[in-house]
C-alpha cells in the first residue's frame, strides 16, 4: 500500500477557515448556530471551524460530540461491535442550526445516523454538513453544505485523515485497500 | 489507526490516555471468569454510553433494532427479569418473555427441547435463569444464538458482580478499586452473586473479604488457598472469615447477601433471629467501616435479617442505584453479545466488512 498525499497540514488549515467563513455567511451571522462534530476525527476538526470563527466573528458556538455507534446500520454485519466513544451535546438542540462536521463524505450512512441520533435530542432548526473531504460513492440522498476539498476516488481506495489531535499530524492521503472488493457497508473509521 | 473505511472498534479507541485496544469476542456471558481485566473495562466504558442514553430525552436507541431477546427465567424474578426486558427494549430489540410457570415446561418439556423451540421461534439472544447449576452452559451448547446467564443455581450472575463493580467504581474515587477493602456479608454458600463478584473485584485489585456463619462458608476456606484468578492475570487473594466486625472494620464497601430460605437445608442456621444479631448489618456493625463507605444489597432484601432497615434507607444505600445501573450493564452486554458473531451466513457485506477490519487492523491493535 504506497500512500498518495492530497492534502498538507497547511492545506487543511485554509480549508478549515473558508468552511468557517462559508458557515458563518449562510447563517447571516452566528446566531443560533451549534456545531457537532462526528465521533471521532469530526470533533477536532469542529473545534477548530469553532475556533475560527471566534477568530473572525468574535463569537463563541457551542459545540458538542456526537457518537453515532448505536444508530448505525451495519451492526449486524461488523464482526465485532465498533466501541462507543462518547456523545456530549452540552447545549439546547430544540431550534438551533447545527452544523454536523466530519473528517469524509463517503456512502452518507454515517451522516444518515448522525441525523437519526441528533433528532433523538430536540428538534433543530436547520442540519447542515461540513466534511473536510467528499470523496464520492454516496448511498444515500444526502450531499455536504461544505467541503474541504472534492477528491474523486474508487471504491478500492481509502481516504485516510491525520489531525494533530489524535494523530499527532495534520495530512489527508489516499492509499489502496489490500483486498480489493466492494468497500464495506460502513464508511468511516 | 484512522483508515476511513475501516468500520469498527480500531480506530475509535486509539488516542485518549492509552486506553487498552479491546474488541468483545464472547459469543455468550456464562460467568465473569472467562472476561480478561481489559474486556471488564470495555463493558464499563460501554455502561457509561448506556448511563448516557439513559439520561436522554428519548431512552432509546435503535442499536439492537429488529434483533430478538427472549427471557427464560426457571426461577422467580421481579428485578433481573424486567431489567433485561427493559434494557433489551431500550435497544429497540424484540423481547419475548417465558415465564416457566404457565409454560409447556410445567407440562414435562425439557431445557433442550424448551431452548429448541425458542431457537425455532426466532430467539437470537437468549436470557436464561435456572435453579441448576449450569444449565446455561448446557443451553449455550445447543442454542445457536447468544446466552446471557441471568442465574443460575449457586454458581454465577455476572451481570450482577458487572453491575456491582460498576456501581463500586461510581462511589470510590478515580473510580479504582485497587486496595479497596470490600466485605460481603452473609449467605456466601448459597450465592451465585459472591462467587460471580469474587472474579470481578479479585481482578480489581479489591481487598475482598467474605464473612459468614461457617456453616454458610463451607469449601470457601479451600478456595480462597487455592485462588489463581482464572483466566485475569492480576488478580488479588480474598480472605473468608466468621468475624463480622473484622470484615467490616475500615472497609471501604459493605455488601449484604441475602439468607436464601428457598436454598437452605436445615441446620445450617441455629434460626433466623440468632443470624440476624450476630451477622445481621446494623448501624453499630457498619459504623466500623470507613465513614464514607457504601453499603450495597443484591436484592431482594430481607430487611431486619440481613440487613437492618435503617441501613438499607440510610444515605449511605446504594442499593437503588445497583438497580437502575443494571439497567445499564445489561444494555452494555446486549450489545456487546449482539456484534460478536461469526461473520458467516453468505453474506457478501458481512465478509467485507471483516476484510476490511482485517486490512484496516495494525499489528499493535492485536492484543
Redesign the interface.
Given at each position: 500500500m504506497t500512500d498518495r498525499q492530497i492534502m498538507t497540514g497547511d492545506e487543511i488549515r485554509r480549508a478549515i477557515v473558508r468552511i468557517s467563513h462559508e458557515i458563518v455567511e449562510k447563517q447571516a451571522g452566528t446566531q443560533g448556530l451549534a456545531l457537532v462534530g462526528i465521533?471521532?476525527?469530526g470533533v477536532p476538526l469542529a473545534w477548530r471551524i469553532a475556533a475560527a470563527i471566534e477568530e473572525h466573528e468574535g463569537a463563541r458556538l457551542p459545540v458538542g460530540a456526537l457518537?453515532i455507534?448505536?444508530?448505525?446500520d451495519?451492526?449486524?454485519?461488523?464482526?465485532?461491535?465498533?466501541?462507543?466513544?462518547?456523545?456530549d451535546l452540552p447545549f439546547d438542540l430544540n431550534g438551533a442550526t447545527i452544523v454536523l462536521v466530519d473528517?469524509?463524505l463517503?456512502t452518507g450512512r454515517t451522516i444518515r445516523a448522525a441525523m437519526?441520533?441528533l433528532i433523538?435530542?430536540?428538534r433543530p432548526r436547520a442540519i447542515r454538513l461540513a466534511v473536510l473531504i467528499d470523496r464520492g460513492h454516496r448511498e444515500l440522498p444526502i450531499r455536504a453544505d461544505h467541503v474541504g476539498k472534492n477528491v474523486p476516488t474508487s471504491r478500492e481506495e481509502?481516504?485516510?485523515?491525520?489531525v494533530e489531535e489524535?494523530?499527532g499530524n495534520d495530512e489527508v492521503s489516499i492509499?489502496r485497500?489490500?483486498?480489493a472488493?466492494?468497500?464495506?457497508?460502513?464508511?468511516?473509521? | 489507526?484512522?483508515?476511513?473505511?475501516?468500520?469498527?472498534?480500531?480506530?475509535?479507541?486509539?488516542?485518549s490516555a492509552r486506553t487498552q485496544e479491546v474488541?468483545?469476542?464472547h459469543r455468550h456471558l456464562l460467568d465473569v471468569d472467562v472476561v480478561t481485566w481489559p474486556e471488564i473495562e470495555?463493558i464499563m466504558?460501554?455502561t457509561?454510553?448506556m448511563k448516557?442514553?439513559l439520561a436522554?430525552?428519548?431512552r432509546?436507541?435503535?442499536?439492537?433494532n429488529g434483533?430478538r431477546v427472549t427471557t427464560l427465567f426457571y426461577e422467580a424474578s421481579t428485578r433481573t427479569r424486567v431489567s433485561f426486558e427493559t434494557a433489551a427494549r431500550n435497544?429497540s430489540a424484540d423481547v419475548v418473555s417465558v415465564a416457566t410457570a404457565t409454560s409447556s415446561v410445567t407440562k414435562g418439556e425439557s431445557l433442550v427441547d424448551t431452548i429448541r423451540t425458542l431457537e425455532a421461534l426466532g430467539a437470537e439472544i437468549l436470557v436464561m435463569r435456572h435453579s441448576v447449576s449450569g444449565a446455561p452452559y448446557l443451553a449455550a451448547e445447543i442454542f445457536g444464538g447468544h446466552v446471557l446467564n441471568g442465574g443460575d443455581g449457586w454458581h454465577a450472575h455476572p451481570t450482577q458482580a458487572l453491575l456491582d463493580l460498576y456501581t463500586m467504581r461510581q462511589h470510590l474515587a478515580g473510580g479504582d478499586l485497587r486496595g479497596r477493602k470490600v466485605a460481603i456479608v452473609g449467605d456466601i454458600l448459597h450465592s451465585r452473586v459472591a462467587r460471580s463478584n469474587i472474579w470481578s473485584l479479585t481482578a480489581a485489585g479489591a481487598d475482598l473479604w467474605l464473612c459468614g456463619p461457617a456453616t454458610l462458608l463451607r469449601g470457601m476456606d479451600r478456595w480462597a488457598t487455592a485462588w489463581d484468578g482464572g483466566a485475569i492475570p492480576g488478580h488479588g487473594r480474598f480472605h473468608v472469615t466468621s468475624d463480622v466486625d473484622a470484615a467490616v472494620r475500615d472497609a471501604d464497601v459493605v455488601m449484604a447477601l441475602r439468607i436464601q430460605r428457598e436454598r437452605m437445608q436445615g441446620g445450617l442456621l441455629p434460626s433466623l433471629r440468632e443470624y440476624a444479631a450476630r451477622f445481621g448489618l446494623n448501624a453499630e456493625r457498619v459504623s466500623l467501616a470507613k465513614p464514607e463507605a457504601i453499603v450495597m444489597h443484591p436484592g431482594p432484601m430481607n430487611e431486619g435479617i440481613e440487613i437492618a432497615p435503617d441501613v438499607a434507607t440510610s444515605g449511605r444505600a446504594v442499593i437503588t442505584e445497583q438497580v437502575a445501573n443494571g439497567v445499564a450493564v445489561r444494555m452494555a452486554l446486549l450489545?456487546?453479545l449482539?456484534?460478536?458473531?461469526?461473520?458467516a451466513g453468505g453474506?457478501?457485506?458481512?465478509h467485507?466488512?471483516?476484510?476490511?477490519?482485517e486490512?484496516?487492523r495494525a499489528p499493535e491493535a492485536i492484543r
Open positions: 465521533q471521532r476525527r457518537d455507534t448505536f444508530y448505525r451495519d451492526l449486524s454485519l461488523v464482526a465485532q461491535q465498533p466501541i462507543v466513544k462518547g456523545t473528517d469524509v463517503y437519526d441520533a433523538d435530542f430536540g481509502i481516504v485516510k485523515v491525520h489524535i494523530d492509499g485497500l489490500l483486498r472488493g466492494e468497500p464495506a457497508a460502513a464508511d468511516r473509521q | 489507526m484512522n483508515v476511513e473505511t475501516e468500520p469498527a472498534a480500531v480506530g475509535r479507541t486509539a488516542g474488541a468483545w469476542h470495555l466504558r460501554t457509561d454510553e448516557g442514553v436522554r430525552p428519548i432509546k436507541v435503535p442499536a439492537l434483533r435497544l450489545y456487546l449482539a456484534g460478536a458473531h461469526e461473520a453474506h457478501e457485506a458481512a467485507e466488512a471483516v476484510h476490511v477490519r486490512a484496516a
